[in-house]
């Protein structure tokens, strides 16, 4: 395989696996309208989880489970739902911004929590050396990545399908009422808080998802894969790929995915030295018009909303 | 314990000029300002940008760390981060006011957030500085109790600013007009009000206290370009603590904000400060969402 | 014909441009006439008078007032152009004491003016002045009423719009508010009211227009319309019709 085709593979788990994030989202903002500014507090729940679920017992680590991978990474998924219960249960049956506040809150005191309680998250070490799933089987890393390239896909398929049926569904077509004319769905007699709950407990826990593959990809964590920057990047796919449309959603993923990975390899190799720290701004703040730039100029995305509504 | 309650005072006071500004864009403009705490960076920043300019660090006065020129700057980038709130209002914010969901208000303002958090490190790039390189003497109070003179100064005039902006509030036509566009914008336009007018205005009060906040901070503690990100959760706790859109309010939840984060360290371990404003904010989000002092646009549906 | 103050002609307009819930509405008000208009709910009488007061997205037709194009006038400019509008039940601002909504209600003015203008309102309505210090939330809805026309005639307007006046008051304030309105019109005032009750409103009225699905399908002197058949028919057939002081769209 050429060195072209093996990145591309690499490129591919990550952007995918991003995707299976960016369809958690879509399902909170794009079909229901929540603003989830904590996306990567629920991502390193998941991934933190899962890799204190799976991990070997060490006698300095209060974690060290031991335990299968898909259990840990539902363990994972368990305990982002939880985190978004807790935030969910405080916010949702008052003003809107009021999630977008606590979320982003949440996410800042994840990030504390991954730093300084060592004992469980390894601190600013993280927690290394996890077995990656089936690894044993595979007989070098190229034909594993095939093979976990195969294993994202396969889950995002599935999360994909499970949310359009979702979607389709009486429940589904609510979230739209929810999100459109609140006052018209209660009048339907629903209760709006336990479905905007519903929401974004299911939506967290894909997020969460995604932090437990990444994890089991890469078989470590350490904060630095956790840092504020992610619930931009997540939410520029988001918003470049077309929210209220799944397809937009993984799409979006590839395509900001892409664009970042470029631009960061096009900073490395031209920027000097001296000027990559500033570069490096250059390419965050891009990642911030992008999604001014989405809102004011093309809010449906790439793909925007199929049907109706504004 | 006496010097962690007059470190809370300090920061709270802080805290509680950028929530001033905060719980008046929340409830004026009505929307949640993920951008609001960037500002007290870009204050912060552009009356450090106004002293290396004029490289006029004349001689500080009396026991403060900073003289003449650093007033003077800061009234400076007082103005310039208005001209930035104001950019920004009508680049990004006027053009989303207008679209169906307000929430897409917010989602602007935290890419707005980014961007101006990028602008500030790409052009001061990201290591921390200071005003000033003076060294202050503190001064001891009484045992266990040192204040740095330039504490003082802040505290102080903290007070005087929250003193003014009520007296504004209550007796000026603008601080009516801005009461009143919280409570109902149709009928303020009803009464002939300009209501853009008053929304310039309310940005120029916000940036200017958020200004203020960020030298403040500069003086007492460093300068770095995250102020302002470790700044947006303390704020909007201090703006729901003391209930969306009262101006006292938010003072008041600012100093209890401050005061816990400055407590916390005597029980858990100093790594977690930061987390202190979400515990707040949960704990009023689930005990009384209107905050303490129930504001003008009201935290609950 | 006397002198007509507010002139609408094929007025399109509503909510948002792409929805209009007016379709054409063409009338005119007289100096010192009181015009009101009736209809059922959603056929666009307190959309009509939110389009005169610029709050709504015109997209067809033009207002007149006092010989001048109002169409795009934007609603705080409309002091000036000698019109006033009291919206419908959320007409004071609740947190804000008496003093301050009349001190609001003056901010055009220059303050000697505004000042001698509050002291004439006071005057008018002596219960607001006992009360003056006092939050608005705090008033009765027959209170707040007097306060929102108090506030209204402070810029000294020659045409008063109302947004049903009488929703949510009880019977005996409603007669208040109404004997108010005459007291009004006596001073030189010309009034268009929306009014939900169609018999309060022939009685009261000089004209009076019948909206129904966004267009205005029968008007003429209330007199006449007292006799109409068909509004005989809608209106008077059943005892109690159009007495509900719901909302309208």
Same mark, same amino acid.
Request: charged share 15%; proline share 3%; net charge positive.
């Given at each position: 395989m050429s060195g072209f085709s093996i990145y591309l593979i690499f490129f591919l788990i990550i952007a995918l696996n991003y995707g299976i994030m960016g369809l958690g989202l879509n399902l909170q903002w794009g079909y229901t309208g929540l603003f989830n500014a904590g996306v990567v507090g629920f991502y390193a729940i998941g991934a933190y989880g899962a890799a204190i679920l799976v991990g070997p017992d060490r006698d300095y680590l209060i974690g060290g489970f031991d335990l299968p991978w898909p259990v840990a990474i539902l363990g994972g998924m368990a305990l982002a739902a939880l985190a978004a219960l807790i935030v969910g249960l405080a916010t949702l049956r008052l003003r809107e911004e009021y999630l977008a506040i606590a979320t982003f809150g949440i996410a800042l005191s994840l990030q504390l929590v991954a730093l300084n309680f060592e004992s469980l998250t390894g601190g600013a070490n993280g927690l290394v050396g996890l077995p990656r799933p089936l690894f044993h089987l595979f007989e070098d890393s190229t034909t594993y990545n095939l093979f976990f390239l195969g294993l994202v896909i396969v889950i995002l398929g599935i999360v994909w399908f499970g949310l359009e049926l979702a979607v389709r569904s009486p429940w589904g077509r609510l979230l739209r009422a929810v999100r459109e004319d609140e006052s018209a769905a209660r009048s339907l007699g629903k209760n709006i808080t336990l479905i905007r709950l519903q929401v974004f407990v299911l939506g967290c826990s894909l997020i969460g998802l995604s932090g437990g593959l990444y994890v089991a990809f890469i078989g470590f964590v350490s904060p630095t894969d956790f840092l504020p920057l992610l619930t931009f990047q997540v939410w520029a796919m988001l918003i470049v790929g077309g929210s209220g449309n799944n397809a937009g959603a993984v799409l979006g993923a590839v395509v900001v995915w892409a664009l970042w990975t470029m631009s960061g390899l096009a900073i490395s190799r031209v920027a000097p030295v001296e000027l990559q720290s500033q570069a490096g701004a250059i390419q965050v703040m891009l990642i911030g018009l992008l999604i001014v730039a989405m809102l004011i100029f093309r809010p449906r995305g790439l793909i925007g909303e199929k049907t109706g509504g504004s | 314990m006496l010097q962690a309650i007059a470190d809370g005072f300090m920061s709270g006071a802080i805290i509680a000029l950028g929530a001033i500004g905060l719980t008046l864009t929340m409830g004026i403009l009505r929307f949640a300002n993920f951008a609001h705490a960037e500002l007290v960076?870009?204050?912060?920043?552009?009356?450090?940008?106004?002293?290396?300019?004029?490289?006029a660090f004349m001689g500080p006065i009396g026991p403060f760390s900073f003289g003449i020129p650093m007033l003077l700057?800061?009234?400076?980038?007082?103005?310039?981060?208005?001209?930035?709130?104001?950019?920004?209002?009508?680049?990004?914010?006027?053009?989303?006011?207008?679209?169906? #969901?307000?929430?897409?208000?917010?989602?602007?303002?935290?890419?707005? $957030?980014?961007?101006?958090?990028?602008?500030?490190?790409?052009?001061?790039?990201?290591?921390?500085?200071?005003? $000033?390189?003076?060294?202050?003497?503190?001064?001891?109070?009484?045992? =266990?109790?040192?204040i740095m003179p330039d504490q003082l100064f802040v505290l102080g005039l903290t007070v005087v600013i929250v003193v003014a902006l009520h007296f504004f509030l209550q007796r000026t036509r603008l601080g009516l007009s801005m009461r009143a566009l919280a409570e109902n914008p149709e009928l303020t336009r009803v009464n002939g009000v300009d209501t853009n007018r008053v929304i310039r205005w309310t940005w120029i009060i916000g940036a200017s206290l958020a200004t203020i906040a960020g030298v403040f901070y500069g003086l007492t503690i460093q300068l770095r370009p995250e102020i302002g990100f470790h700044l947006i959760l303390p704020l909007f706790a201090a703006a729901i603590l003391g209930g969306t859109g009262n101006v006292i309010g938010a003072v008041i939840g600012g100093l209890i904000v401050g005061m816990a984060e400055s407590l916390s360290v005597l029980f858990i371990p100093a790594g977690y400060k930061l987390a202190v404003p979400f515990l707040i904010l949960l704990l009023v989000l689930y005990l009384k969402p209107t905050g303490l002092f129930s504001g003008s646009a009201g935290g609950a549906k | 014909m006397s002198e007509v103050l507010l002139r609408v002609t094929d007025l399109v307009a509503g909510y948002r441009p792409d929805l209009p819930i007016l379709h054409g509405i063409n009338l005119h008000v007289g100096a010192g006439e009181m015009v009101?208009?009736? #209809?059922?709910? =959603?056929?666009?009488?307190?959309?009509?008078? +939110?389009?005169?007061?610029?709050?709504?997205?015109?997209? #067809?037709?033009?207002?007149? @007032?006092?010989?001048?194009?109002i169409t795009k006038v934007p609603t705080e400019k409309l002091g000036e152009a000698g019109i006033a509008y009291v919206p419908q039940v959320a007409n004071v601002f609740t947190t804000l004491t008496i003093d301050e909504n009349l001190r609001l209600g003056a901010a055009a003015l220059d303050r000697p003016l505004a000042a001698r203008r509050i002291e004439e309102a006071y005057q008018r309505f002596p219960a607001l002045k006992s009360h003056r210090n006092h939050k608005a939330r705090a008033l009765s809805g027959g209170q707040?009423?007097?306060? @929102?026309?108090?506030?209204?005639?402070?810029?000294?307007?020659?045409?008063?719009?109302?947004?049903?006046?009488? @929703?949510?008051?009880?019977?005996?304030?409603?007669?208040?508010?109404?004997? %108010?309105?005459?007291?009004?019109? +006596?001073? =030189?005032?010309?009034?268009?009211?929306? %009014?939900?009750?169609?018999?309060?409103?022939?009685?009261? $009225?000089?004209?009076?227009?019948?909206?129904? %699905?966004?267009?205005?399908?029968?008007?003429g002197t209330s007199e006449e319309l007292t006799q109409n058949q068909e509004i005989r028919a809608i209106y008077f057939g059943n005892a109690g019709a159009g007495n509900s002081a719901s909302g309208d769209s």
């Open positions: - | 960076t870009a204050g912060a920043y552009i009356a450090l940008a106004v002293l290396w300019l004029t490289g700057a800061m009234v400076v980038a007082m103005a310039g981060t208005s001209v930035l709130a104001l950019t920004i209002d009508h680049l990004v914010f006027r053009r989303l006011r207008d679209r169906s #969901g307000h929430m897409t208000l917010v989602f602007g303002s935290f890419g707005v $957030s980014l961007v101006v958090r990028m602008i500030i490190l790409l052009i001061f790039g990201g290591a921390a500085t200071y005003y $000033s390189n003076e060294l202050q003497i503190a001064m001891r109070v009484v045992p =266990g109790l040192r | 009101t208009i009736v #209809g059922p709910n =959603g056929a666009g009488k307190s959309t009509l008078i +939110k389009a005169v007061a610029g709050l709504l997205t015109i997209t #067809g037709g033009h207002v007149e @007032a006092m010989g001048h194009d707040r009423q007097m306060l @929102a026309f108090a506030r209204s005639l402070l810029c000294a307007p020659r045409l008063l719009m109302l947004d049903e006046p009488s @929703a949510g008051l009880s019977p005996l304030i409603v007669q208040e508010v109404f004997t %108010e309105l005459r007291a009004l019109m +006596k001073s =030189g005032l010309t009034i268009l009211m929306v %009014e939900q009750n169609v018999k309060a409103a022939l009685a009261i $009225s000089d004209r009076t227009y019948v909206f129904a %699905e966004g267009q205005n399908r029968i008007d």
